[in-house]
């Protein structure tokens, strides 16, 4: 989902907007306990399943207590309860699990990936941090592992007290290294939107980047080369003060690729840029018209946001060459619509055809686009979010994309210009928002493959476990046996109940009011 800001210039003096939706957060962390029956099916048994088929049958896909429509190449293997969450990232140096909730950030151990143990609990009442991004830094006492958090609207730990934001436009970094106990370490604030941080170079991390706000075109880079002591780099060291940096698609999320080029999505679009100076990045090349959603050949392409992007052999690219995954020239896009309740309009997942990194316009055109609706795969949701959100690509041609209410979908996007529905999986009452596959780790350290595990992470459910059928689809993957049954919970780190039942009614409650606010700005 995407949290709606104002321009840069209004962070000190929020807007009424922006003062009714802290004023919301703020409400949510004194939720009493009953709130908690606003909430998920991961924490009912027995008495819930009444409740949860009567969701079921409201998402059109039937019963939630008798179990998931799914196609006959993949299986749901096991179930981790427990959090409200919204998105994960692995760590390259250890087979750690890091993943983001409105109610916490937790750590798991994926060593044995059907099995992700769960390790660390930090309990926060968070909005939205929507994009977990895992950083490492090698120093002379070992690698040291941390994720940035990025504080769009409010953050309460209340193991952290001195830690409390109410308002947003801060980067927060939490230290891993000791699984067992994730800890704010350090925080920045910022000119422009956090609702999303990414590194610039996950090995590192040395610099990171913001979403960025749409109405002044602008984004923040963070220098973190002291990683206890974060600051936002001056976008224009000539002008008086500190200045953000420029952006045409603001702002949204960067993704960087094996190139070293970040894309930028956001509200009109998606550009590409040199991040070989990371303090001082380039741009490159956007999606002009079409991704703006103006040109009347290309319609749907973005009819609210370009929500996050890879681009899958990017060390291959050629000027020219024709559009295929291996000449590193396909950007794959999520276009998300988040309010849209209609699935054949709610937000596609696309890929598009990179003809040129030269800075002139026209150098990124559409190829295809397929909304839920255009899958096949089972009876839609009704009445319920069904975009495709965040999404990970595995080599060989396989998307594994969240579709909110519309579960877990496996993209075949070999031909780019014909992406195919794979495989699928969908409870009655669930709400994926991201979907990784599991890294394949020798000794310790992910490599470059990937299994055939799918971590499904539900804002309902929590973490499902998933195992797919590759074969013909990139193949190479570690084969691995289904589980026995579900992982055990951390309970002495566990949330405390009134904090999720807050985090819960907020994260309902701000779902209904952003495209309001955003109709106010325009």
């Known amino acids: 989902m995407t949290l709606l800001r104002p321009s840069s210039t209004s962070r000190r003096t929020p807007s009424a907007g922006r003062r009714a939706l802290a004023a919301l957060a703020c409400a949510a962390l004194a939720t009493p306990v009953a709130t908690l029956a606003l909430v998920s099916p991961a924490a009912a048994d027995g008495g819930g399943e009444a409740a949860r088929d009567r969701l079921a049958g409201r998402a059109g896909a039937g019963s939630a207590s008798a179990g998931l429509i799914m196609s006959d190449d ?24 890091v993943t983001s909730g409105v109610d916490s950030i937790r750590v798991y151990d994926v060593s044995d990936p059907l099995s992700p143990t769960l390790t660390g609990v930090l309990p926060q009442a968070l909005f939205e941090n929507e994009a977990m991004t895992c950083g490492e830094r090698r120093t002379r006492e070992g690698v040291r592992r941390f994720v940035l958090v990025g504080v769009d609207l409010v953050a309460a730990a209340p193991t952290q007290p001195e830690h409390v934001n109410a308002g947003g436009g ?86 960087f690729d094996a190139a070293g080029v970040g894309t930028h999505t956001g509200f009109d679009g998606s550009s590409m840029w040199s991040t070989r100076k990371p303090a001082r990045p380039r741009l490159l090349a956007t999606t002009g018209l079409a991704g703006q959603g103006e040109d009347p050949d290309f319609e749907g392409y973005n009819d609210f946001i370009h929500h996050n992007s890879f681009r899958p052999n990017a060390k291959r690219f050629e000027p020219g060459a024709e559009p295929s995954l291996k000449n590193g020239n396909v950007l794959l896009v999520t276009e998300e619509d988040y309010e849209q309740t209609d699935c054949a309009l709610a937000g596609s997942f696309q890929t598009w055809w990179v003809k040129r990194l030269d800075g002139k316009p026209g150098s990124i055109v559409p190829l295809d686009k397929v909304e839920l609706a255009d899958l096949g795969t089972f009876p839609l949701p009704r009445g319920t979010f069904c975009s495709s959100h965040w999404f990970d690509y595995r080599a060989g041609g396989l998307v594994a994309v969240g579709f909110y209410g519309g579960g877990l979908q496996v993209l075949d996007v070999t031909d780019p210009r014909d992406i195919r529905a794979y495989a699928h999986a969908i409870w009655g009452a669930s709400e994926v928002w991201d979907a990784l596959w599991v890294p394949v780790y020798e000794d310790g350290v992910a490599t470059a493959r990937d299994t055939n595990v799918v971590y499904a992470i539900d804002l309902l459910r929590g973490l499902d476990v998933y195992t797919v059928d590759v074969t013909g689809a990139g193949g190479g993957a ?37 495209r309001r606010v955003e109709l106010a700005r325009g």
């Open 74 to 97: 993949i299986e749901h293997v096991g179930a981790n309860p427990s959090q409200l969450a919204i998105s994960g990232c692995f760590m390259r140096s250890a087979p750690v699990l």
């Open 170 to 255: 801060q980067l927060s970094i939490v230290d891993v290294t000791d699984p067992t106990a994730p800890t704010i370490t350090a925080s920045a604030p910022g000119l422009t939107s956090t609702h999303t941080v990414a590194c610039v170079d996950g090995a590192q991390c040395r610099y990171a980047y913001s979403a960025g706000d749409s109405g002044s075109g602008t984004f923040s880079v963070f220098d973190l080369r002291d990683l206890d002591a974060p600051r936002e780099v001056d976008g224009d060291e000539e002008a008086d003060g500190l200045q953000a940096f420029a952006s045409p698609t603001a702002g949204h999320k960067w993704n």
């Open 478 to 514: 570690l084969r691995l046996a289904s589980a026995t049954g579900p992982t055990e919970r951390l309970e002495s780190g566990s949330t405390p109940l009134a904090l999720v039942g807050g985090a819960a009614l907020l994260a309902l409650g701000l779902g209904r009011v952003r």
